[in-house]
């Protein structure tokens, strides 16, 4: 071992580092140093014979295990490099910047007693156990046998308690960070779209911590305002228009130098200070009694520059300025650090709780992030008013209200809610439910009431409400009526315990940049989230999770007990994807099955989605189209459908595609069988044949074959069932081959890389007509479909044709 290459690169008179000098301690110590020289690196140094053996790691080590990250072995250094931290001045070698991230102890897992590590090293296999606090668990560290260079090895994560099968994204300390970009390369946000604001996750503890903030929970309306050459939008966050109604406010923002986008929230105070909601529905100008605030808690945009990708405590430190001087627009203050204080403070004034937010969160619109945090002293949440009750007092107007609220996409009784009201206010609620009345319960349920009489309504008003707690069964214990939300969407109501809120839709869910979701009590990762997919629609990783948590109950039933060949984006769509059949490495939850493929003499271990924690845990890997087998692994050999694949060439319009699709349907008609057909989701469309398992792959698809041939028929002038290109043409290929053990196709109701983020989406056959546009169904028009329609597709996975009577039918 030896430090003068170590001592001959460097001028100690010049470099902060430590001179080279032996150390025989032999603590089997490592230190892993970030490097921002030439390139951003990371030094990895093993404790090894009085020296610390060095090798730079582009990427830096990972802790997944299908990572093999490029080590290149670099000189020697002194074992007091173990603490360097600092920067290495400009003109001398590695100058940059120095910072230690991670160190502990290692273990050679080598047998030592038959080599001493230098014997290993020249042998270039070393079998390594980290103990430190970000890497931990067994390594590779293996040189590359067919390189030319002697000094590139690969450091390979082994499977252990330590280690993921996930992407593993290495965190950096601030100074490696890539630099926000300057205001003039900002991209640029239209100053007049709607956009919604970004969300709090609710929790129940309060907390300190020095790198979050703390405001008041302001209880008002949420209001996101535009100004633009003086021109003042106020839109709530769904995007309904608010400026007349506190004009007051919109004419003070017109006053602005600035064109900007803020973020608040508009309340009503009272003498005391606090906000009174119930006067904040009821405002009228000049009339309402109570100081109107519009508290401004971030800026969004500034003078054409996008802002949100800023650090929060930077966007908020311009908002003084933005702000000085005006009497209705004020800005929300916070403090650091001491949430538990704060919120104490809050509490005893008499306010609903606080708002924590990491100074550095970024802002996402339409998102509930776990960077900002809502806790309250006081439950309260928005209910559905399904009915109201008939009065004991005949002066009075109604009794009290019949409350609901989805739960798992069901709307479930919560109880009835009598008090939190004036005379007035129940006179003006009841005027408004006349137009809602109807003569039939809005729940699946019989619901008891007491007898109590119900006049029941169509679950159309949103309401919130305060209460003490709900019970087990859902009913809330206390209530009190604080005003309708006319500024909530009715599709964004559900169960508001932060437990139950991931299976809602975008705006109420619980996923953060890496986080944990917890469905049927299993945890699954979810990491990076914010990455875009469809970078021309803006969608990120978030709307494809969003998406399969939304659809789940629909898709999975195409989904169990079928192997899968997962299709990975991990990149999105932009970039190349690549499929994935085996599966080493699955967490101990997701269930498995092993196929022989006699192309790979080997067993394939095909992942099976059971259930929705699987289907997420998909979508997490990338899987933006999921492609299960047409047979369960009940019975391999035999197909649950058939399918006829209509492939168009590129010189195909699509509504040639519609006409070779009629055609299909005029066949299936004439054999007295049926036949679903859903978009492909890219250019093309597939129909479905119920077969009920009752026939080999073979059977099906020589049946789909002659089906095919018949079609052909009809259409021989823009129809082949030729399969190779150049022979075929311009024209649709009739595609029978699909019908093949293995085979696997979009499933119903996936999503497709492709433009527009289509969705594979099931059809009414009189939809199959001219002006059908694949555009139409998406991720953000999909849910809704399925709730229109429900599920158009479920008769392929029921009983199966008669092949003999169709056959029949066909040649008579």
Request: glycine share 6%; with cysteine.
């Amino acid at each position: 071992m030896s430090l003068q290459k170590y001592n001959d690169k460097r001028d100690f008179k010049n470099t902060p580092e430590p001179s080279g000098q032996l150390d025989a301690t032999n603590s089997n110590r490592f230190v892993i140093q970030v490097h921002k020289a030439t390139r951003l690196h990371f030094d990895l140094r093993l404790e090894l014979n009085g020296v610390l053996k060095s090798w730079a790691i582009p990427k830096g080590p990972s802790l997944s295990t299908k990572d093999k990250r490029l080590s290149i072995q670099t000189e020697d250094h002194p074992v007091s490099y173990l603490n360097f931290e600092g920067v290495i001045p400009k003109g001398n070698y590695g100058a940059g910047k120095m910072q230690i991230w991670d160190s502990g102890t290692f273990e050679i897992l080598n047998d030592t007693k038959k080599s001493d590590p230098e014997a290993l090293l020249k042998s270039g296999d070393l079998k390594i156990k980290f103990s430190g606090d970000k890497i931990r668990g067994d390594f590779a560290l293996v040189r590359i046998k067919n390189s030319k260079s002697t000094n590139q090895w690969l450091l390979i994560k082994k499977q252990d308690a330590f280690s993921t099968s996930l992407d593993y994204d290495i965190d950096l300390p601030d100074f490696a960070l890539p630099k926000v970009k300057s205001e003039a390369s900002q991209p640029k946000i239209k100053i007049d779209q709607v956009i919604k604001p970004m969300l709090a996750t609710p929790t129940k503890e309060i907390f300190n911590n020095p790198n979050w903030i703390y405001e008041i929970k302001w209880d008002g309306y949420r209001l996101i305002s535009h100004v633009n050459e003086g021109k003042v939008t106020l839109q709530s966050r769904n995007g309904q228009e608010y400026t007349s109604k506190f004009d007051l406010i919109a004419e003070e923002l017109k006053g602005l130098s600035q064109n900007v986008i803020l973020d608040g929230e508009v309340v009503i105070l009272e003498e005391n200070g606090l906000p009174n909601f119930q006067k904040l529905q009821n405002y009228e100008a000049g009339v309402t009694k109570g100081v109107l605030r519009y508290y401004v808690f971030d800026a969004i945009y500034l003078n054409g520059y996008d802002m949100q990708k800023l650090p929060l405590i930077d966007r908020k430190s311009l908002l003084p300025e933005i702000l000085e001087g005006l009497e209705y627009c004020k800005f929300c203050d916070h403090v650091e650090g001491m949430g538990t204080m704060f919120y104490n403070q809050a509490i005893e004034s008499g306010l609903e709780g606080v708002i924590a937010k990491k100074k550095d969160s970024l802002y996402y619109p339409g998102i509930r992030f776990e960077h900002w945090l809502k806790i309250k002293n006081i439950e309260s949440d928005e209910f559905l008013i399904c009915g109201y009750t008939t009065p004991t007092n005949k002066h009075d107007h109604f009794g009290s209200l019949i409350l609901g609220n989805y739960v798992d996409d069901k709307l479930t009784y919560a109880g009835n809610c009598g008090t939190g009201f004036s005379n007035e206010m129940k006179k003006d609620l009841l005027a408004k439910f006349n137009e809602f009345e109807t003569t039939e319960s809005p729940f699946l349920e019989k619901i008891t009431l007491k007898g109590r009489k119900p006049h029941w309504m169509l679950p159309k008003l949103i309401c919130e409400v305060k209460f003490m707690e709900q019970t087990e069964n859902g009913l809330l214990r206390h209530p009190v009526f604080k005003g309708l939300r006319i500024d909530k969407e009715l599709k964004k109501i559900d169960s508001s315990s932060p437990t139950k809120e991931v299976k809602a839709n975008i705006d109420t869910s619980t996923i953060s940049s890496d986080s944990v979701l917890n469905i049927n009590s299993t945890s699954v990762s979810i990491t990076n989230i914010e990455k875009i997919y469809w970078p021309e629609m803006g969608y990120m990783k978030y709307d494809l999770i969003d998406y399969y948590l939304n659809i789940s109950d629909f898709i999975l039933p195409y989904l169990v007990n079928r192997p899968q060949n997962l299709h990975r984006h991990p990149n999105g769509i932009k970039e190349s994807g690549f499929y994935q059949k085996d599966n080493e490495y699955l967490p101990d939850w997701i269930e498995s099955y092993s196929i022989y493929s006699k192309s790979a003499d080997r067993d394939i271990n095909y992942l099976l989605c059971q259930n929705e924690q699987t289907l997420i845990y998909m979508a997490n890997l990338g899987c933006i189209e999921l492609n299960p087998w047409n047979s369960k692994i009940t019975s391999l050999d035999s197909p649950d459908y058939g399918i006829i694949d209509l492939d168009p060439s590129s010189k195909n319009t699509f509504e040639e595609v519609i006409e070779v699709a009629q055609a299909v349907k005029e066949v299936l008609t004439k054999a007295g069988i049926a036949g679903y057909c859903k978009t492909s989701g890219s250019t093309g469309l597939h129909i479905y044949i119920p077969m009920g398992g009752d026939y080999s792959y073979e059977e099906v698809r020589n049946f789909i074959k002659l089906l095919c041939i018949y079609v052909h028929q009809l259409l021989p002038e823009i129809t082949s069932m030729e399969r190779n290109l150049k022979k075929r043409g311009a024209k649709i290929y009739l595609d029978y081959l699909q019908n093949r053990r293995g085979q696997t196709l979009a499933a119903a109701y996936c999503v497709r890389p492709k433009k527009y983020a289509t969705v594979s989406t099931p059809l009414k056959w009189n939809e199959v007509t001219q002006g059908l546009k694949i555009k139409d169904f998406t991720i953000k028009t999909t849910p809704e479909r399925l709730q229109d329609y429900g599920d158009l597709f479920i008769n392929v996975l029921k009983e199966g044709i008669d092949m003999e009577s169709a056959l029949q039918k066909l040649e008579s």
